[in-house]
């Protein structure tokens, strides 16, 4: 299917100027040159793209030599990048699907694809992509949009189905079931009845994926402005136990609020989101390794440890347990464990503690933390209310909170005249 200028929404006003700056060189190199992926699909549905995708017949080192800002990236899907500042603009060679091993396609024993570089004509670039929704392209030559799958229909059904053949699509690479999520999460879409039982049956695959990749796309999926529904439906097809079994465990056994804390956690990241305020892949982390930290602790200070020696080690245990399914950078684990320590400390408030607590870099984070865990059910009501009236209260007020926090009693003065009898 084709559809004209006249018969589709998108405009070039709503595409960005490196973008445009990109489609047309290559057009002006003598090559094809079209808009692609997701950023056709948001404009469709009349949203606002993050960024752009470009798909061309132009192999990566042609490319490169059309862009002296272009670097070329990748071995298991050679890509090239063209850069303007800070602005990236991804440019795929069209790749065709292969049914044979072939020297620039390779895959594990379970079947993922670990290399992919063979290169094909549009039309079998669009039957390799994942989701039809997907395979939708924007030509910069006349305007028009190409749609080989089936995907503008898919759109106005508001389904989300997969090209070929879904169980296989998914050994090829479960990580597409993250994305089957996440693309339903985020535009509202309902899975196609033959998506449904091969992401069942296909959950444990998920486990094949290298740990690094997985954090990027999980975090993508809690990011994409529908974190909630996406939890639910991780529960629900079996993914979240895969990806957090310790959290998953802490949600079965019900001795914490583990359900309560991350359906606020996932619905004020998503507000927040909406209402184009930061978020952090820290807070997440924190809030999704905080009850297994709690549970694990408990077992330690059961043996005669501290508090803070227990936290401290079933901090680095359940760090350590985690990243074998999901790793995550230093700066990330890090970030968590200022927020978990923070939760301890934050119930001394003697002395000067709370007031050298506020310039925390962390404090922040910790502190909404806290408010959540108490909102959430977990019985800290009375510090979070302290807290809450601390961080609003003017100093003089402040004083006198950390006073009675201390619990010491106020020492009285001498009467001048008793001194001076005795």
Same mark, same amino acid.
């Given at each position: 299917m084709v559809l004209t200028r006249q018969d589709h929404s998108i405009s070039r006003k709503d595409i960005s100027e490196n973008t445009l700056k990109v489609l047309y060189r290559l057009k002006k190199h003598g090559y094809q040159a079209y808009l692609v992926g997701g950023g056709v699909?948001?404009?469709?549905?009349?949203?606002?793209?993050?960024?752009?995708?470009?798909?061309?017949?132009?192999?990566?080192?042609?490319i490169r030599k059309i862009f002296s800002n272009c670097r070329l990236i990748g071995r298991r899907f050679r890509l090239a990048h063209v850069h303007f500042g800070r602005d990236i603009i991804e440019v795929a060679t069209f790749r065709k699907q292969v049914e044979h091993a072939h020297e620039?396609?390779?895959?594990?024993?379970?079947?993922?694809?670990?290399?992919?570089?063979?290169?094909?004509?549009?039309e079998e670039d669009?039957?390799?992509?994942?989701?039809?929704?997907?395979?939708?392209?924007?030509?910069?030559?006349?305007?028009?949009?190409v749609d080989f799958t089936g995907g503008i229909?898919? $759109?106005?059904? /508001?389904? %989300?189905?997969?090209?070929?053949?879904? &169980?296989?699509? #998914?050994? !090829?690479?479960?990580?597409?079931?993250?994305r089957a999520i996440r693309f339903a999460s985020k535009l509202d879409l309902?899975?196609?009845?033959?998506?449904?039982?091969?992401? $069942?049956?296909? /959950?444990? %695959?998920?486990?094949?994926?290298?740990? &690094?990749?997985? #954090?990027? !796309?999980?975090?993508?999926l809690f990011h994409s402005g529908a974190a909630y529904p996406a939890f639910e439906q991780l529960l629900e097809y079996g993914l979240f136990e895969?990806?957090?079994?310790?959290?998953?465990?802490?949600?079965?056994?019900?001795?914490?609020?583990?359900?309560?804390?991350?359906?606020?956690?996932?619905?004020?990241t998503d507000k927040r989101i909406r209402e184009d305020k930061g978020v952090t892949p820290v807070f997440i982390i924190a809030a999704l390794l905080w009850?297994?930290?709690?549970?694990?602790?408990?077992?330690?200070?059961?043996?005669?440890?501290?508090?803070?020696?227990?936290?401290?080690k079933a901090m680095e245990i359940c760090l350590s347990e985690q990243i074998k399914r999901i790793s995550m950078p230093k700066r990330i684990s890090f970030g968590a464990k200022e927020i978990w320590m923070l939760q301890s400390r934050m119930q001394n408030r003697a002395g000067k503690r709370a007031e050298r607590m506020m310039l925390e870099p962390r404090f922040r984070a910790a502190y909404d933390f806290?408010?959540?865990?108490?909102?959430?059910?977990?019985?800290?009501?009375?510090?979070?209310?302290?807290?809450?009236?601390y961080v609003e209260a003017d100093p003089s007020e402040r004083r006198n909170l950390v006073k009675k926090a201390s619990g010491k009693p106020k020492k009285k003065k001498r009467k001048k005249e008793d001194t001076e009898k005795k």
């Amino acid at each position: 299917m084709v559809l004209t200028r006249q018969d589709h929404s998108i405009s070039r006003k709503d595409i960005s100027e490196n973008t445009l700056k990109v489609l047309y060189r290559l057009k002006k190199h003598g090559y094809q040159a079209y808009l692609v992926g997701g950023g056709v699909r948001d404009l469709l549905l009349n949203k606002h793209p993050k960024d752009f995708d470009v798909a061309t017949n132009a192999l990566p080192e042609e490319i490169r030599k059309i862009f002296s800002n272009c670097r070329l990236i990748g071995r298991r899907f050679r890509l090239a990048h063209v850069h303007f500042g800070r602005d990236i603009i991804e440019v795929a060679t069209f790749r065709k699907q292969v049914e044979h091993a072939h020297e620039e396609v390779a895959h594990s024993a379970a079947g993922m694809v670990l290399r992919d570089n063979v290169y094909g004509s549009i039309e079998e670039d669009a039957w390799r992509r994942d989701f039809t929704i997907n395979a939708l392209y924007y030509n910069i030559a006349d305007f028009s949009v190409v749609d080989f799958t089936g995907g503008i229909q898919d $759109l106005k059904d /508001r389904k %989300l189905r997969m090209i070929g053949d879904t &169980a296989t699509r #998914f050994r !090829e690479d479960p990580v597409r079931m993250l994305r089957a999520i996440r693309f339903a999460s985020k535009l509202d879409l309902s899975f196609s009845d033959e998506l449904v039982a091969p992401m $069942l049956a296909s /959950r444990s %695959l998920i486990t094949h994926v290298p740990p &690094a990749r997985l #954090f990027e !796309e999980v975090i993508k999926l809690f990011h994409s402005g529908a974190a909630y529904p996406a939890f639910e439906q991780l529960l629900e097809y079996g993914l979240f136990e895969a990806l957090f079994p310790q959290t998953f465990a802490c949600l079965q056994d019900d001795v914490y609020p583990t359900k309560a804390l991350l359906t606020d956690v996932f619905t004020n990241t998503d507000k927040r989101i909406r209402e184009d305020k930061g978020v952090t892949p820290v807070f997440i982390i924190a809030a999704l390794l905080w009850h297994p930290i709690l549970k694990l602790a408990q077992k330690y200070m059961d043996d005669g440890m501290s508090l803070y020696s227990a936290r401290l080690k079933a901090m680095e245990i359940c760090l350590s347990e985690q990243i074998k399914r999901i790793s995550m950078p230093k700066r990330i684990s890090f970030g968590a464990k200022e927020i978990w320590m923070l939760q301890s400390r934050m119930q001394n408030r003697a002395g000067k503690r709370a007031e050298r607590m506020m310039l925390e870099p962390r404090f922040r984070a910790a502190y909404d933390f806290l408010l959540l865990r108490s909102t959430s059910g977990e019985p800290i009501k009375e510090l979070a209310d302290w807290w809450q009236v601390y961080v609003e209260a003017d100093p003089s007020e402040r004083r006198n909170l950390v006073k009675k926090a201390s619990g010491k009693p106020k020492k009285k003065k001498r009467k001048k005249e008793d001194t001076e009898k005795k």
